[in-house]
């Protein structure tokens, strides 16, 4: 141009339709191609941080609502259990894994965007070859990580509750759900 600055711009196809690229020298387009600076970092981390935390705040609501019918059913399959809590016996296994199981179905009929949206991309920029990946991976290890914590607290420490655990995983997760994925429960308030 007569700024003495270059421009480029093509267009690529792609999986779907098509990839528009554009190119510059001038000090603005340089600038934003640079390094992360630590505004950029510090910015990043507060957008986090307060997506992160405003999705906890639902938490209390969303574990209540998700809690009752999982809760209900452990409760009834207690006369499968016949008063042997213990993890020795099959009944408790199968009355904690189909009240896991009810609530995971609950809590996706009722987020059904956890399909689609791809966690921290409302904060972070995700490559493409992430994002897959990430959408599988983080509500498994979601998963894993509340029902973890919630044998720890409870059969690991010898209070052979199904009631406790039940309810501590999905405490838990409830919270970690949240925090990733509550930012979305909050842009569609």
Same mark, same amino acid.
């Given at each position: %141009?007569?700024?003495?600055?270059?421009?480029?711009?093509?267009?690529?196809?792609?999986?779907?339709? @098509?990839?528009?690229?554009?190119?510059?020298?001038?000090?603005e387009?340089?600038?934003?191609? %640079?390094?992360?600076?630590?505004?950029?970092a510090?910015?990043?981390?507060?957008?986090?941080?307060?997506?992160?935390?405003?999705?906890?705040?639902?938490?209390p609501?969303?574990?209540?609502?998700?809690?009752?019918?999982?809760?209900g059913?452990?409760?009834?399959?207690?006369?499968?259990?016949?008063? %042997?809590?213990?993890?020795?016996?099959p009944?408790?296994?199968?009355?904690i894994?189909i009240?896991i199981?009810i609530?995971?179905?609950?809590?996706? $009929?009722?987020?059904? @965007?956890?399909?689609?949206?791809?966690?921290?991309?409302?904060?972070?920029?995700?490559?493409?070859?992430l !994002?897959?990946?990430? !959408?599988?991976?983080v509500?498994?290890?979601?998963?894993?990580?509340?029902?973890?914590f919630?044998?720890?607290?409870?059969?690991?420490? $010898? %209070?052979?509750?199904?009631?406790?655990?039940?309810?501590? @995983?999905?405490?838990?997760?409830?919270?970690?759900t949240?925090?990733?994925? $509550?930012?979305?429960?909050l842009?569609?308030?």
């Open positions: %141009n007569s700024d003495g600055y270059l421009y480029a711009s093509w267009v690529e196809p792609a999986d779907e339709g @098509f990839k528009v690229y554009l190119a510059g020298t001038t000090p387009m340089v600038e934003a191609f %640079n390094p992360i600076t630590i505004n950029d510090t910015r990043v981390t507060g957008e986090a941080t307060f997506g992160i935390l405003a999705g906890v705040v639902l938490s609501l969303a574990a209540l609502l998700w809690m009752i019918i999982p809760l059913v452990l409760l009834f399959t207690g006369i499968f259990r016949k008063g %042997n809590d213990s993890l020795s016996n009944a408790t296994i199968i009355s894994i009240s199981v609530y995971e179905v609950i809590k996706l $009929g009722s987020l059904p @965007f956890m399909r689609t949206y791809v966690p921290f991309s409302a904060w972070i920029p995700l490559p493409d070859w !994002q897959s990946p990430l !959408q599988f991976a509500p498994i290890v979601t998963t894993i990580v509340a029902l973890w919630a044998w720890f607290l409870t059969y690991r420490r $010898g %209070n052979e509750s199904p009631f406790y655990l039940v309810a501590l @995983f999905i405490a838990a997760d409830a919270v970690m949240m925090a990733v994925y $509550g930012i979305v429960v842009g569609a308030i």
